[in-house]
């Protein structure tokens, strides 16, 4: 059971991706298809396979061999890990499901912070702390 909660976030970290492209630039999550950020050109199902495209691919587009970002697999990763530590503490339960859910929004909100290095406060503090 654990290889499959490990594939599930395998799966959901491939769409993590999605969100922390496309949410900073108003786009849709779903149209058009997942396409190089270079030469635009779609990509097929068989480079859309979490890590393991990644790796097949050496780390770069099929077709204009563009580099494909380290966050790529590192946020697949990081929820197929996820997914199993929380199922492995918690087990199977809505607790589970809650966490997991919470874990990805944090994943897609910390890494879209990072790229966009965007303050982690509105507030302005002055040198003397008024």
């Not at 900073?24 to 990509?43: E, G, N, V």
Request: glycine share 6%.
């Amino acid at each position: 059971m654990g290889i499959v909660i490990a594939l599930a976030g395998l799966a959901v970290g491939s769409f993590l991706n999605v969100c922390i492209d496309r949410l900073p630039a108003r786009q849709s999550l779903l149209m058009p298809r997942s396409h190089c950020d270079a030469c635009k050109t779609p990509l097929a199902t068989r480079d859309l396979v979490p890590i393991a495209s990644y790796v097949l691919l050496r780390g770069r587009c099929r077709h204009c061999s563009t580099a494909i970002p380290l966050r790529i697999p590192l946020v697949e990763a990081g929820a197929a890990l996820a997914f199993f530590a929380w199922w492995w503490r918690l087990g199977e339960s809505w607790q589970t499901a809650i966490a997991v859910a919470i874990t990805c929004l944090l994943i897609v909100g910390t890494v879209i912070g990072i790229e966009h290095r965007l303050p982690l406060s509105r507030t302005r503090r002055t040198r003397h702390g008024s």
